[in-house]
C-alpha cells in the first residue's frame, strides 16, 4: 500500500503548485493506489513528522514500510517500476534521470527563488533589486531548454517521469509572464498537462483543500 504524506490545506497562490501533485501524477500515470494523510503546518515541527522528513517539508512517500522525501528520489522510484514512466534501454534509464535532475537542479532553483521572493514576506526588501537578474537567469535557462526540447514532443523524445518534473517546474512560473516569449514551452506545457493522468491528479490534490478550509 502506498500512502502520500501532505499539507490538507495551503494560501491559495501555493494551490496546485505542491509538491505532492508531482507524486500523484507519477502514481496515476501507472494506475497505482494510494492514499493520503493529511497534516497541519504545525505538525510538521513535530518529532515524529522530522523522522518522516527532516526539513519539515512534504510530501513524504510511504510504501509497505519504505518511507520517503525528496520528490526527485520519489519519483526516481515509481519511475522505476514502469516503462511509462522510464525506458528499460540504457540510453533511456540515463536520458530520463538527466532530464529528472535537470528539471530539479538547473531549472526550479531559479524559477522557486522567484517565487518566493513574489510571496514570501521576508523577502519583501531584497526581493526588487534581485528580481531584474533572476528573471535573466530564468529567461536564459528558458531559452536553452527551448534549444534542447528542439521539435521533440516530450525531453526524452516520449513521456517519461523527466516530464512529470518539468512540467511541474514550469507551472511555478503562473506568477508571471516569463512562459509569454517561448510557445514552445507552453505548448510543452499544455501538453503535458492535457494527461488524464494529470488532470486526475491536480482534481485530487485541490479537492484536499476545500475539504481543509
Ligand atoms: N526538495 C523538496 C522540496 C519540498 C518542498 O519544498 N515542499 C514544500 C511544499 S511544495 C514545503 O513543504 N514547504 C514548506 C517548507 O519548506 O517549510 C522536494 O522536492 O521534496
Known amino acids: 500500500m502506498i500512502e502520500i504524506v501532505t499539507f490538507g490545506w495551503v494560501p491559495s497562490f501555493a494551490q496546485g503548485l505542491g509538491r505532492d501533485l508531482r507524486v500523484r501524477w507519477a502514481l496515476e500515470e501507472i494506475g497505482l493506489d494510494y492514499t493520503v494523510r493529511y497534516i497541519t503546518f504545525p505538525d510538521r515541527d513535530t518529532a515524529e513528522y522530522r523522522a518522516l522528513q527532516p526539513f519539515g517539508q ?3 512517500y510511504i510504501e509497505d514500510g519504505l518511507e520517503m522525501f525528496e520528490t526527485g528520489a520519489i519519483l526516481l522510484h515509481i519511475a522505476e517500476k514502469s516503462e511509462v514512466l522510464m525506458p528499460i534501454d540504457r540510453e533511456g534509464v540515463a ?3 538527466m532530464w529528472m535532475f535537470a528539471a530539479l537542479n ?3 532553483p531559479a524559477i522557486q527563488f522567484l517565487r518566493e521572493i513574489e510571496h514570501f514576506p521576508a523577502y519583501k ?8 537578474p ?12 527551448v534549444a534542447a526540447l528542439g521539435d521533440k514532443e516530450y525531453l526524452c523524445g516520449r513521456f517519461t517521469a523527466a516530464d512529470i518534473l518539468m512540467t511541474c517546474v514550469l507551472r511555478i512560473l503562473r506568477i508571471g509572464a516569463l512562459l509569454d516569449p517561448h510557445p514552445q514551452l507552453a505548448a510543452y506545457q499544455a501538453r503535458c498537462e492535457a494527461r488524464p493522468a494529470f488532470r486526475k491528479a491536480l482534481a485530487d490534490h485541490m479537492a484536499a483543500f476545500a475539504e481543509h478550509a
Open 58 to 60: 512534504i510530501p513524504v
Open 95 to 97: 536520458q530520463t534521470r
Open 106 to 108: 538547473s531549472i526550479e
Open 125 to 132: 526588501n531584497v526581493g526588487k533589486p534581485i528580481r531584474k
Open 134 to 145: 533572476l528573471n535573466e537567469k530564468v529567461e536564459l535557462r528558458l531559452k536553452a531548454l
